[in-house]
Nanobody
Framework: QVSLVESGGGLVQPGGSLRLSCSVS????????MAWFRQAPGKEREFAAA????????YPSNSVKGRFTVSRDNGKNTAYLQMNNLKPEDSAVYYC????????????????????WGQGTQVTVSS
């Protein structure tokens, strides 16, 4: 059984930065395809970025490309989402997710691809 625990959310001003962490237990993070999704009030859950198992190739969505970076630290068994130049529209609950299999690239943006989810962490971007 894989367990995911997010941390690092909070209140930040527009243009600021935050780093979210997703601590993984039950399996080595490098054997999982990890992803970050976000959900704002009244909106559907939206894919932000993913990092594939093994080589760790990353796939940011168009809405965060150039601002958000997904990574992992195998020694700490943790995945990260570094968020820079934050905008008010980035405000949401951010969830990390893990897939045990090796999903194809075209499926990375779908919530149904992932087997495990964290509880979410709130990010609020406001002045």
């Amino acid at each position: 059984q894989v367990s995911l625990v997010e941390s690092g959310g909070g209140l930040v001003q527009p243009g600021g930065s935050l780093r979210l962490s997703c601590s993984v237990s039950g399996r080595t993070v490098s054997t999982l395809t990890m992803a970050w999704f976000r959900q704002a009030p009244g909106k559907e859950r939206e894919f932000a970025a993913a990092i594939k198992r093994g080589a760790g190739t990353t796939y940011p969505s168009n809405s965060v490309k150039g601002r958000f970076t997904v990574s992992r630290d195998n020694g700490k068994n943790t995945a990260y989402l570094q968020m820079n130049n934050l905008k008010p529209e980035d405000s949401a609950v951010y969830y990390c997710a893990a897939a045990v299999g090796g999903p194809i690239v075209s499926s990375l943006g779908y919530a149904s691809t992932y087997d495990y989810w964290g509880q979410g962490t709130q990010v609020t971007v406001s002045s």
